[in-house]
């Protein structure tokens, strides 16, 4: 990503034509090339391009501590964690989980973090939403990492505010939009299929050490 003859054309193209978010892969070692995974060259290029934002996928877990401590130690504020894939740990390891979002907050804020579920692969996402907004830091790491507060601003900015600012999306004409669509009115999160999969003990080969 900081190739300056391969890839910072491409960014001043984009720049041209008024796209301002480049998302790229990120972490997710076990399926990816570990060398692409991390996140220096994201992090050089943020800060030769700052009025362009880089949204890591998949929060570069399992270095998400890496992608916090570059926009920490910057100071930058065009760097973005998306938490796609990342999901299954509320389930299979919770306090994982907890580390993962509180090291996101810490490092990026809660105005960097974008929701997401990697729902093609996945499956649909009503589970991922539900648990996140459940999902709560336990007190004692909290007070042990010094992790700011995951409260339901904060989720609401997760889940869909900050994306909104980002990609310049009004939320009421979104709605709106979305519950006259007929798949929105098709679909029946209420009353799943008897044979609904629990995504949340599906085993993936990722390592999240």
């Known amino acids: 990503m900081d190739d300056e003859k391969a890839t910072y054309p491409l960014y001043e193209t984009l720049r041209k034509h008024g796209i301002r978010n480049i998302c790229v892969h990120k972490g997710v070692p076990g399926l990816f090339l570990a060398q692409y995974c991390h996140t220096d060259d994201m992090a050089r290029a943020s800060a030769d391009f700052p009025d362009l934002n880089f949204i890591a996928y998949h929060s570069a877990i399992p ?48 105005d960097n973090i974008l929701w997401g579920t990697d729902t093609p692969v996945i499956g649909p996402p009503q589970w991922q939403i539900e648990a996140f907004q459940a999902f709560t830091i ?50 029946d999160d209420r009353n799943p299929p008897v044979h609904k999969i629990d995504w949340t003990k599906v085993r993936v080969p990722i390592v999240f050490d």
């Open 63 to 110: 270095w998400e501590a890496e992608l916090a401590e570059h926009s920490r130690r910057s100071k930058a504020k065009n760097i973005y964690a998306e938490l796609g894939t990342t999901a299954f740990l509320i389930g299979q390891n919770p306090e994982r989980y907890a580390r993962l979002i509180g090291t996101l907050l810490a490092g990026l804020g809660p």
């Open 138 to 187: 336990p007190d004692e790491l909290r007070e042990q990492h010094n992790y700011p507060p995951l409260t339901n601003e904060v989720k609401n900015k997760i889940l869909g505010g900050n994306a909104a600012r980002l990609f310049g999306l009004d939320t009421d004409q979104a709605r709106k939009a979305a519950e006259g669509d007929l798949l929105y009115k098709l679909r």
